[in-house]
C-alpha cells in the first residue's frame, strides 16, 4: 500500500546534504580536516573519511543522523552498493521494522 502523505523533502536525503571527504575538502585548500573536528569545530566524522557539517550534525534528528552515515558507508564502499534492513528501510523513508535502534551498520 502506498503512502498518501508525503513528508517535506528532507535535506539529509539530498546527495550533497553537508557531507565531504577528505578527497573534497583537500581539493579545496584544507590539508588537515582532522583540525576542524571538536565541539568546536565545524565538521563531525561520520567515517573515515567522510565528515559532515558540524551544525547539520548536532540538530539533525537521530532518523536523519543515521541516514547520513548510511551515506557516509556509501561514499567509501566502492563497487555496487546494496544496503538491506534498517538501512534500507531508512533510505527509502520507511518506518523502522520495530526491533529496536540500530547500534552500528
Known amino acids: 500500500m502506498m503512502r498518501e502523505a508525503r513528508r517535506e523533502k528532507d535535506p539529509v536525503m539530498e546527495p550533497e546534504a ?60 566502492q563497487g555496487t552498493v546494496v544496503f538491506s534492513h534498517e538501512s534500507a528501510l531508512r533510505l527509502l523513508d520507511l518506518p523502522p521494522s520495530g526491533r529496536g535502534r540500530p547500534s552500528c551498520m
Not at 582532522?34 to 573519511?49: K, M, Q, T, V
Open 18 to 77: 553537508s557531507l565531504f571527504t577528505s578527497r573534497e575538502l583537500r581539493r579545496a585548500g584544507e590539508e588537515h580536516p582532522e583540525r576542524r573536528l571538536g565541539a568546536s569545530g565545524d565538521l563531525e566524522r561520520l567515517r573515515r573519511g567522510v565528515y559532515a557539517d558540524a551544525g547539520t550534525w548536532r540538530t539533525a534528528s537521530f532518523d536523519a543522523q543515521y541516514r547520513m552515515r548510511i551515506r557516509a558507508a556509501a561514499a567509501r564502499l
